[in-house]
């Protein structure tokens, strides 16, 4: 009955008494090997780690080089497209559109060649975005998340080995007292007979 009222979880749990050390000692070997089921399992989530770790930063690699080669192919289709629509438009002269657009372009080349204006601040900002980025590392990846999580179980795992290597210590001195106390009784015994 006191152990049903001092349960953590009574819903759920079921408590079960321990009587003897016969018991206790099968309680700690079962939790000895459930312990030890987990560490091996935690090794093993471990190992895929870092060959998930390892594969990302391939797949990483691999698409950076993939968007370099889009970003080239895309470049050299647009250099094709002008030579075609200069090759097609030869001969003829400029629409008003056209004539306007150039006016436009040209204007506004010539304010973003400008020192002063656009060019300086441009340069400005994109010092000031390096210098940020090395400052402050990107957001935690989904692995450096699973890298606390992993390292957490672990300190778990260490800190529930703590506790059973504490309670075999225990146990140990606890049959150490119970072997003076049956050598006690037995010469105890051996003088009243």
Do not use: C, W, Y
């Amino acid at each position: 009955a006191v152990v049903s009222t001092q349960s953590t979880g009574p819903m759920k749990l079921i408590p079960v008494p321990l009587v003897g050390f016969k018991a206790i000692s099968d309680r700690l070997r079962l939790q000895k090997e459930q312990s030890e089921a987990h560490f091996a399992r935690v090794q093993l989530i471990g190992k895929e780690v870092e060959e998930v770790r390892a594969v990302q930063a391939n797949t990483l690699s691999r698409l950076q080089q993939l968007k370099r080669k889009h970003s080239e192919l895309t470049h050299r289709v647009l250099q094709v497209m002008v030579d075609v629509e200069v090759q097609r438009k030869a001969g003829f002269s400029l629409q008003p559109e056209e004539e306007t657009l150039r006016v436009n372009l040209e204007s506004i080349q010539q304010e973003l060649n400008a020192p002063n204006q656009f060019k300086g601040r441009l340069s400005e900002m994109l010092s000031l975005i390096r210098m940020q980025s090395l400052a402050e590392p990107s957001s935690t990846t989904a692995s450096q998340i699973e890298g606390n999580i992993l390292s957490s179980v672990h300190a778990h795992l260490a800190r529930q080995q703590d506790g059973i290597s504490h309670l075999l210590d225990i146990i140990r001195d606890d049959l150490q007292h119970l072997d003076i106390i049956k050598q006690g009784l037995a010469e105890k015994h051996t003088v009243t007979v």
